[in-house]
């Protein structure tokens, strides 16, 4: 089985589950995941975990990304988004590009966004999306989402193309739509791609069809970035092998488990390091109790490969 995370560049036309139904079939195994689903118009960065690495989804899907879109002045949609029907329609050539500026700019800091009613947030266990085909609109509580940069890359009214650096949970769709209502001339989203997830960017993303080659290739480790990696900035450990089964175990481990490592490292209470075996396997995260001098578990990662 293979275990790691592959950064796939989505195509326009797949939802982020075909990209994953497509993949089981490429790479010959069931256990592959998806870290933030991209809508099918969307293009860019779709981070797929494998094996162990499903472990690491919810953690990828809570970084912050970078988008790049046009906002297409003068329409609202139902979807907020071009491909959606034209429900209301405004005055785009009534707007400066000051106007634009400033109003892009207010955007910048943390606001509450009304997530659209074509998403896949659920309420009472059903689909937004789902409703919303129904015909249905119901009420959504505003959520805090914090747009940490917008770059505004050219102005041709009625275009505006953006760069978006954002927090998790963000609807680009959505931003859009408020900066259309602001200017008092609507909005939606034309198109979307997203450029970096985390460490991952658009410049370093493969398509499905250039992972397939190297499976076919028998290069796709080359392809494959290890779990352990997404932790690099934390220091690492190794036990000694007679404490590996206590640590499989998931049980605190006591400083004298990492024998003369820790010579080389000095925890500080509640400092994150990287634990592994006597092998040099990644075991997972653990959390440093300076009172009690051991190391608690905080995520495991290792399994014994079946």
């Known amino acids: ?8 560049h ?4 797949y ?19 998806h870290t933030g689903t991209l809508d099918p118009d969307a293009t860019g960065v779709l981070p797929v975990c494998l094996g162990k690495a499903t472990k690491l989804c ?11 879109t046009v906002l297409l ?23 400066t590009e000051d106007e634009i500026r400033n109003v892009v700019a207010s955007f910048v800091g943390t606001y509450a966004q009304i997530p659209p009613m074509y998403s896949a947030i659920k309420i009472n266990g059903k689909k937004l999306y789902e409703l919303a085909r129904e015909g249905k609109t119901v009420e959504r509580k505003p959520r805090n989402v914090t747009i940490f940069e917008i770059e505004i890359l050219f102005i041709d009214i009625p275009r505006v193309k953006m760069r978006v650096h954002c927090s998790k949970g963000t609807y680009i769709r959505t931003l859009c739509n408020d900066i259309g209502e ?24 493969k398509t499905l069809e250039e992972v397939e080659a190297a499976v076919k290739n028998k290069s796709l480790a080359e392809f494959i970035t290890p779990i352990d990696a997404m932790f690099a900035h934390y220091p690492a450990l190794r036990v000694m092998e007679k404490w590996d089964k206590f640590a499989y175990n998931g049980n605190p481990l006591p400083t004298k488990a990492m024998g003369d490592m820790l010579e080389q490292h000095s925890a500080s209470d509640g400092e994150r390091v990287r ?5 040099e396997e990644f075991i997972g995260l653990y959390d440093y109790k300076k009172s009690e001098k051991r190391y608690k578990l905080v995520k495991m990662f290792y399994t014994p490969d079946v």
């Open 275 to 279: 634990i592994y075996n006597s092998k």
């Open 1 to 8: 089985m293979i275990h790691g995370i592959i950064n796939i």
């Open 73 to 95: 002045l003068g329409k609202a949609t139902d979807t907020q988004d071009i491909s959606g029907t034209v429900i209301e329609e405004g005055y785009a050539d009534a707007v």
């Open 182 to 205: 602001k200017l008092g001339c609507k909005g939606c989203m034309e198109e979307l791609i997203r450029t970096q997830v985390s460490c991952f960017s658009l410049a370093e993303a």
């Open 58 to 68: 919810d953690l990828l899907t809570d970084k912050d990304k970078t988008y790049e």
């Open 10 to 13: 989505k195509e326009k036309g």
């Open 15 to 33: 939802t982020s589950h075909d990209v994953v139904a497509k993949l089981r079939g490429i790479v010959g195994q069931k256990k592959i995941g």
